[in-house]
């Protein structure tokens, strides 16, 4: 088997795992295997190919359209043409390199390993402008998906080398400027070349822009080469040597020319051989000026830095007599310069003496003799300049202002997102609008939505519609519903008659990439409008109601105050469920007023009792409403529709009132110093500032010290002593209730569990979705 079908094979397994639920842990583990193979995994030895060669390339003319409008210094590079079948960033490597066993399905296998290897440290630097390594890594596993800048970061590391990304100064903003950058290979290696990238398109800028509403958005990457070099023909020569269009450092060696003597004559030969020699010369300057044109400062400080160590080197090791050589030359080499100069020429060299004089005995005059030691005073460090200050002030509040925290609502996945983020584009130019449509089963739901609410409407006005159109705006809901389509709302407006929607970058960029976005309806991950059958319940309604039950919920009526008139009250503590030993699914509902007490205590902790009007307003149960709820949920949320309506269990239910159960296991402390001996936090309580603004109704959630409600803290001895006295003891029972509830020893994932959520809080999951 090739090396090119070896990884072929490997990457189509990669794109095999990507496609996996686990997909994160399947492609570690098979990178991990991959990296193992040493046969094929040995590092790459990358010589890039710099100058343009009319015989084996082609310009890529739409490219260099986008090549005119970035930085000037690069405007002489020739963009090469490169398949556009989303490998083209790897296609652009392999038309660099001298080596035809290497493919684009090797790059991009290699990209993938290392972008795991190293993924802390591409999150670090790429995750806040291209989103998360992870969601690149799945993408990169699949033949034909366009790259990002993270790819373009890890190849560095692949090819040891320095990867100059080039990107075109339009619709440019300051976040944009890691596009155009240079990337480095991961300290402490350094890159032994430096190649040129260009973030370009298939289309021209216009026909882009009307592709995807106005916006510019790259599509392709092209390399960039130094135009061709036009060498002199000697025609002598030429007609008798063949000169070899491809030359390396092995043969430019003269024994290794493949001239025999018996071609030319001995004249011909040295002239013929002189003539190569400048050419050589001649091309090796003219690369080595090409190369220094596209380094950067970075790159160039590293060169120099090398050159002054072998500097010093040499002349550490030269002998007296090489050294008097080396000091003969310069000094004919100055006074050969200094003749030809010419009196400007002359007087500019005299400025910089006098200016290097200067210098050096203002340096001396900085020096001062104290403790019997010469010491430097310093000048650092120096005072920030007015024009930087200005400068940061300015772009500080320029990043403050309005504009640019302003924020919009996403039509798509109803998430707030930056304005200056989001893509304002018509409804009919979404890129693959065809993702967003619902499943059949969430659309004949929000049909008998829309078939009952037009219904409510007519009754009201005497009149019944038999019709529901296929587009609806749903009067007062959250969402538009057009063609199997849902976009909500507030991320949708008008412009000069023209429909137009928000979407934020990261649904725009799944909808580009043909991928169903991670929040949207179409994902199932839709959460509806609360019906009015489900607002206003109380805690104690929602738990009659739930499909799954808290361990422990905790309510905690804190009253600082003497007066229950300037009480607030506040549900403290955690909720966490954890696995029990119940049925899995519950059958009937609504719960009994007893297994309601099972877990739901209620501690009331202030300085005096608390009224039951007041307890009233977040313990109250009300069986018409209970009623009510369960008949919409079964009719409408898909994890309701098994359940029985225990109406016996309704008739225990009162009508408005605090259930009795609940008031017989209450549990009261009175006094302050209970309060205080609970609180183990350092959060300040937010109820001991008598001056803060109260809202009625209003149950404000926040942290608090743990409760003994478990009885955790029981020793076994002291259970055993509370079992044996509610035994019959002289036919007499102590009728006292036992609230300690077995359970696992871990909570519960809800990974393991999805419906968990939507079953226990119903008020929050409508509709059994969205979780």
Same mark, same amino acid.
């Given at each position: 088997?090739?090396?090119?079908?070896?990884?072929?094979?490997?990457?189509?397994?990669?794109? /095999?795992?990507?496609?996996?639920?686990?997909?994160?842990?399947?492609?570690?583990?098979?990178?991990?295997?991959?990296?193992?193979?040493?046969?094929?995994?040995?590092?790459?030895?990358?010589?890039?190919?710099?100058?343009?060669?009319?015989?084996?390339?082609?310009?890529?003319?739409?490219?260099?359209?986008?090549?005119?409008? #970035?930085?000037?210094?690069?405007?002489?590079?020739?963009?090469?043409?490169?398949?556009?079948?989303?490998?083209?960033?790897?296609?652009?490597?392999?038309?660099?390199?001298?080596?035809?066993?290497?493919?684009?399905?090797?790059?991009? !296998?290699?990209?993938?390993?290392?972008?795991?290897?190293?993924?802390?440290? *591409?999150?670090?630097?790429?995750?806040? *402008?291209?989103?998360?390594?992870?969601?690149?890594?799945?993408? #990169?596993?699949?033949?034909?998906?366009?790259?990002?800048?993270?790819?373009?970061?890890?190849?560095?590391?692949?090819?040891?080398?320095?990867?100059?990304?080039?990107?075109?100064?339009?619709?440019?903003?300051?976040?944009?400027?890691?596009?155009?950058?240079?990337?480095?290979?991961?300290?402490?290696?350094?890159?032994?070349?430096?190649?040129?990238?260009?973030?370009?398109?298939?289309?021209?800028?216009?026909? !882009?822009?009307?592709?995807?509403?106005?916006?510019? /958005?790259?599509?392709?990457?092209?390399?960039?080469?130094?135009?061709?070099?036009?060498?002199?023909?000697?025609?002598?020569?030429?007609?008798?040597?063949?000169?070899?269009?491809?030359?390396?450092?092995?043969?430019?060696?003269?024994?290794?020319?493949?001239?025999?003597?018996?071609?030319?004559?001995?004249?011909?030969?040295?002239?013929?051989?002189?003539?190569?020699?400048?050419?050589?010369?001649?091309?090796?300057?003219?690369?080595?000026?090409?190369?220094?044109?596209?380094?950067?400062?970075?790159?160039?400080?590293?060169?120099?830095?090398?050159?002054?160590?072998?500097?010093?080197?040499?002349?550490?090791?030269?002998?007296?007599?090489?050294?008097?050589?080396?000091?003969?030359?310069?000094?004919?080499? /100055?006074?050969?310069?200094?003749?030809?100069?010419?009196?400007?020429?002359?007087?500019?060299?005299?400025?910089?003496?006098?200016?290097?004089?200067?210098?050096?005995?203002? +340096?001396?005059?900085?020096?001062?003799?104290?403790?019997?030691?010469?010491?430097?005073?310093?000048?650092?460090?120096?005072?920030?300049?007015?024009?930087?200050?200005? /400068?940061?002030?300015?772009?500080?509040?320029?990043?403050?202002?309005?504009?640019?925290?302003?924020?919009?609502?996403? #039509?798509?996945?109803?998430?707030?997102?930056?304005? +200056?983020?989001?893509?304002?584009?018509?409804?009919?130019?979404?890129?693959?609008?065809?993702?967003?449509?619902?499943?059949?089963?969430?659309?004949?739901?929000?049909?008998?939505?829309?078939?009952?609410?037009?219904?409510?409407?007519?009754?009201?006005?005497?009149?019944?519609?038999?019709?529901?159109?296929?587009?609806?705006?749903?009067?007062?809901?959250?969402?538009?519903?057009?063609?199997?389509?849902?976009?909500?709302?507030?991320?949708?407006?008008?412009?000069?008659?023209?429909?137009?929607?928000?979407?934020?970058?990261?649904?725009?960029?799944?909808?580009?990439?043909?991928?169903?976005?991670?929040?949207?309806?179409?994902?199932?991950?839709?959460?509806?409008?609360?019906?009015?059958?489900?607002?206003?319940?109380?805690?104690?309604?929602? +738990?009659?109601?739930?499909?799954?039950?808290?361990?422990?919920?905790?309510?905690?009526?804190?009253?600082?105050?003497?007066?229950?008139?300037?009480?607030?009250?506040?549900?403290?503590?955690?909720?966490?469920?954890?696995?029990?030993?119940?049925?899995?699914?519950?059958?009937?509902?609504?719960?009994?007023?007893?297994?309601?007490?099972?877990?739901?205590?209620?501690?009331?902790?202030? #300085?005096?009792?608390?009224?039951?009007?007041?307890?009233?307003?977040?313990?109250?149960?009300?069986?018409?409403?209970?009623?009510?709820?369960?008949?919409?949920? +079964?009719? *409408?949320?898909?994890?309701?529709?098994?359940?029985?309506?225990?109406?016996?269990?309704?008739?225990?239910?009162?009508?408005?009132?605090?259930?009795?159960?609940?008031?017989?296991?209450?549990?009261?402390?009175?006094?302050?110093?209970?309060?205080?001996?609970?609180?183990?936090?350092?959060?300040?309580?937010?109820?001991?500032?008598?001056?803060?603004?109260?809202?009625?109704?209003?149950?404000?959630?926040?942290?608090?010290?743990?409760?003994?409600?478990?009885?955790?803290?029981?020793?076994?001895?002291?259970?055993?002593?509370?079992?044996?006295?509610?035994?019959?003891?002289?036919?007499?029972?102590?009728?006292?209730?036992?609230?300690?509830?077995?359970?696992?020893?871990?909570?519960?994932?809800?990974?393991?569990?999805?419906?968990?959520?939507?079953?226990?809080?119903?008020?929050?999951?409508?509709?059994?979705?969205?979780?």
């Amino acid at each position: 088997m090739s090396r090119g079908l070896k990884f072929e094979r490997l990457l189509q397994r990669l794109e /095999t795992c990507s496609k996996s639920i686990m997909y994160r842990d399947e492609i570690n583990l098979l990178a991990q295997r991959i990296k193992q193979m040493d046969s094929i995994m040995r590092p790459l030895q990358f010589y890039p190919t710099y100058v343009f060669d009319d015989t084996k390339h082609v310009v890529d003319v739409v490219a260099k359209e986008y090549l005119d409008k #970035a930085t000037v210094d690069i405007h002489h590079l020739v963009p090469a043409d490169v398949p556009g079948d989303g490998n083209c960033l790897y296609n652009s490597i392999v038309l660099l390199m001298n080596n035809p066993l290497v493919t684009a399905s090797e790059l991009r !296998v290699r990209t993938v390993i290392e972008l795991i290897t190293n993924e802390n440290y *591409y999150d670090a630097m790429c995750a806040q *402008y291209a989103g998360n390594t992870d969601i690149i890594i799945q993408a #990169a596993c699949k033949k034909g998906m366009y790259s990002e800048i993270h790819e373009v970061a890890a190849l560095c590391n692949v090819l040891q080398c320095n990867i100059r990304s080039v990107f075109p100064r339009i619709d440019f903003e300051y976040y944009k400027a890691i596009w155009d950058s240079v990337f480095a290979p991961i300290p402490p290696v350094i890159g032994n070349c430096t190649i040129v990238i260009l973030w370009s398109s298939t289309l021209h800028e216009k026909d !882009v822009r009307e592709t995807y509403g106005g916006t510019w /958005t790259p599509n392709h990457f092209v390399p960039l080469l130094s135009p061709p070099i036009l060498n002199e023909v000697n025609s002598q020569s030429a007609s008798a040597v063949v000169t070899p269009e491809k030359r390396t450092v092995k043969n430019n060696n003269d024994d290794e020319m493949k001239i025999t003597p018996a071609m030319i004559s001995s004249k011909q030969t040295f002239q013929w051989k002189s003539k190569q020699k400048r050419t050589i010369r001649k091309k090796d300057r003219e690369r080595t000026q090409a190369n220094r044109m596209i380094e950067t400062e970075e790159r160039r400080e590293i060169r120099l830095q090398k050159d002054r160590e072998g500097t010093q080197a040499n002349r550490a090791n030269e002998t007296e007599k090489e050294r008097g050589i080396r000091l003969q030359k310069d000094r004919e080499r /100055t006074q050969t310069n200094r003749t030809n100069e010419t009196e400007e020429e002359r007087a500019i060299r005299l400025q910089k003496h006098r200016e290097g004089t200067q210098a050096n005995r203002a +340096k001396k005059k900085h020096k001062t003799i104290g403790g019997g030691q010469d010491f430097i005073r310093s000048l650092w460090p120096e005072p920030i300049s007015r024009d930087l200050k200005e /400068t940061r002030l300015q772009q500080f509040l320029e990043q403050m202002s309005m504009s640019q925290l302003a924020e919009v609502i996403c #039509a798509v996945c109803n998430i707030r997102t930056p304005a +200056k983020d989001s893509k304002k584009i018509p409804i009919s130019k979404i890129p693959n609008m065809n993702l967003l449509k619902v499943s059949e089963e969430l659309r004949i739901l929000i049909k008998n939505l829309m078939e009952n609410t037009a219904t409510h409407i007519d009754d009201n006005n005497t009149h019944t519609t038999s019709h529901i159109k296929n587009q609806s705006n749903f009067g007062s809901s959250s969402f538009f519903c057009e063609n199997d389509i849902i976009l909500y709302k507030n991320g949708l407006l008008e412009t000069n008659r023209v429909k137009m929607c928000i979407l934020c970058q990261k649904c725009h960029t799944s909808l580009s990439k043909e991928k169903i976005p991670k929040f949207s309806v179409a994902n199932n991950m839709w959460l509806g409008d609360i019906p009015k059958e489900l607002q206003g319940l109380t805690i104690p309604e929602e +738990k009659l109601i739930s499909l799954y039950r808290h361990n422990s919920c905790i309510i905690k009526l804190q009253s600082p105050f003497h007066s229950t008139t300037t009480a607030q009250t506040a549900l403290k503590g955690n909720c966490i469920t954890f696995l029990q030993n119940v049925p899995n699914i519950v059958t009937s509902l609504p719960l009994t007023l007893s297994d309601l007490c099972d877990t739901l205590k209620v501690i009331f902790i202030g #300085a005096r009792p608390p009224d039951r009007l007041h307890l009233r307003k977040v313990l109250t149960v009300r069986k018409k409403k209970i009623t009510a709820v369960l008949q919409w949920l +079964k009719k *409408y949320n898909i994890l309701y529709q098994n359940i029985n309506i225990n109406l016996d269990n309704i008739a225990q239910l009162p009508e408005d009132d605090v259930p009795e159960c609940m008031m017989s296991t209450l549990e009261q402390k009175i006094g302050d110093e209970d309060g205080q001996s609970e609180r183990t936090g350092y959060v300040p309580d937010p109820l001991m500032n008598p001056q803060e603004r109260t809202t009625a109704g209003v149950i404000p959630i926040s942290n608090s010290g743990v409760l003994d409600v478990n009885g955790s803290s029981v020793s076994s001895d002291e259970i055993t002593n509370y079992f044996l006295q509610k035994m019959k003891i002289n036919d007499q029972a102590v009728t006292e209730n036992v609230y300690l509830i077995p359970h696992s020893s871990k909570p519960v994932n809800e990974y393991f569990n999805p419906k968990l959520l939507t079953g226990l809080y119903p008020t929050l999951f409508c509709y059994g979705r969205g979780a």
